[in-house]
C-alpha cells in the first residue's frame, strides 16, 4: 500500500512539474514583452516574435499617428511591431506604427501623411491608414498605388469625445474597423514584402555603452530611451515624460532602437519638409543596453531599407519591438 501511494505522489510531482513548465511557456505581444521568445508557431518578419501562422499570412497595416502635445497619449502604439519617429513641420514630430500580428481595439489619434512616409512605408506593400496628407503625399498615395485608408472619406473612423481631445486630434479607429474597410474595398489579403533578419535568440552585441539614449530634434522635441536590465527592454520617454499607451496606461518598450541618420530640408511657408529616405547614410543600431554604429540604403522608392554593419553584413535585430528614430545627420544623438 506504501509503495502504491508512493508511485501515485511521484506521479501528481511530475504532472505539476510539467504543466507549471507550459504555464512559463513564453507569449510576447506588441511592447508587453516577457523574457524568452517562445518558439511556437511562426516567427513574424517585422518583430521576429512567434505566432499563429493566420497572423503572419495577412496584410500589413501602417497608420499615420498624432505626437503633437494635444493628441498625447496615442492609444494602441504599444501593439506595433515597428514605429518610425519622423520630423514634421517644426518643432513637431509623427509617428507610423507598422503592424501584422495584433490588432489593436483603439487606435489613434489618426494624423495626416507626409511623403516620406509614403516612401518609408511601400516596402512592406501595407494598407495605409491616415488621414489627409500634404498635396505632394497624396499624389504619391495615387501614384504608387497604395492600399489607401482615408479619414477624410472612409467611414472607419470616429471623433472621440470621451479622451477630453479636441479635433484635429481625437480622430481614432480599430484595428477590426481596418480590416473590414480593407474588405469592402476590395483591397488584396496578403502583401508582397521581405521583413528583417532575426537572431534565434536573444545576442548580445559588441559595442559603446547605451543604458541611456537621447535624440534632441530641436529645443523643444526630445526623445529618450532607458534601458531596463532586469526586462531587457528600452522604456520610452517623450518630452521628459514617460511614453504610455493611452488604453492600458502601459510603458512604451523597444527591444531594438535604429538610428537612421538622413538628409533633408523645409521646402515651403507651412514649414513642410523634404526627407531624404531614399539613398544611404549612417546610424548606430541599439539593443540590450549596447550600440554599434551601422550603415543604411534604399535603393529605390519601393525596394527596402537595408541596415549594415561596419563589415558590410546585414544586421540580425534581437526578436521584439522595433523603434527607428529618423533623424537629422546633424541631430544631437548622446548615449550614456
Known amino acids: 500500500m506504501k509503495k502504491r501511494i508512493f508511485i501515485i505522489s511521484i506521479l501528481l510531482i511530475f504532472t505539476l512539474l510539467v504543466a507549471c513548465g507550459k504555464q512559463g511557456d513564453l507569449n510576447i505581444k506588441g511592447n508587453k514583452q516577457t523574457e524568452d521568445n517562445s518558439k511556437s508557431g ?63 481595439k483603439l487606435i489613434g489619434p489618426v494624423r495626416s501623411a507626409r511623403p516620406y512616409f509614403i516612401s518609408t512605408l511601400l516596402q512592406y506593400d501595407p494598407l495605409y491608414v491616415r488621414c489627409g496628407g500634404s498635396e505632394q503625399a497624396k499624389s504619391d498615395v495615387i501614384k504608387y498605388n497604395v492600399a489607401d ?31 473590414e474597410e480593407q474588405k469592402r474595398m476590395g483591397y488584396s489579403d496578403t502583401s508582397d514584402y521581405e521583413g528583417f533578419k532575426f537572431n534565434k535568440e536573444d545576442t548580445s552585441i559588441e559595442g559603446s555603452s547605451a543604458n541611456t539614449v537621447k535624440i534632441i530634434y530641436n529645443g523643444e522635441n526630445s526623445t529618450k530611451y532607458v534601458y531596463n536590465e532586469d526586462k531587457k527592454v528600452y522604456e520610452r520617454y517623450k518630452d521628459g515624460k514617460l511614453h504610455i499607451d493611452e488604453s492600458d496606461k502601459s510603458t512604451i518598450t523597444a527591444k531594438n532602437i535604429i538610428i537612421q541618420k538622413t538628409t533633408g530640408k523645409t521646402i515651403d511657408s507651412e514649414g513642410r519638409k523634404e526627407i531624404d529616405v531614399v539613398g544611404s547614410g549612417d546610424g548606430m543600431y541599439i539593443t540590450d543596453g549596447k550600440a554599434k554604429r551601422i550603415t543604411w540604403e534604399k535603393a529605390s522608392v519601393k525596394s527596402r531599407t537595408i541596415y549594415y554593419d561596419e563589415n558590410g553584413e546585414e544586421i540580425s535585430l534581437n526578436p521584439g519591438v522595433t523603434w527607428i528614430q529618423v533623424t537629422a545627420s546633424n541631430t544631437n544623438v548622446s548615449m550614456e
Open 42 to 104: 511562426t516567427a513574424s518578419p517585422l518583430s521576429g516574435i512567434y505566432v499563429d501562422e493566420e497572423k503572419i499570412n495577412r496584410r500589413p497595416v501602417a497608420v499615420m499617428f498624432d505626437n503633437h502635445p494635444r493628441a498625447r497619449w496615442q492609444a494602441g502604439l504599444n501593439e506595433a511591431e515597428i514605429v518610425y519617429e519622423f520630423l514634421v513641420e517644426h518643432p513637431y514630430t509623427r509617428y507610423m506604427g507598422i503592424y501584422l500580428i495584433n490588432d489593436p
Open 149 to 179: 485608408i482615408d479619414g477624410l472619406v472612409s467611414k472607419s473612423f470616429w471623433r472621440s469625445t470621451k479622451t477630453g481631445k479636441k479635433s484635429p486630434h481625437n480622430l481614432y479607429t480599430s484595428m477590426k474597423s481596418v480590416r
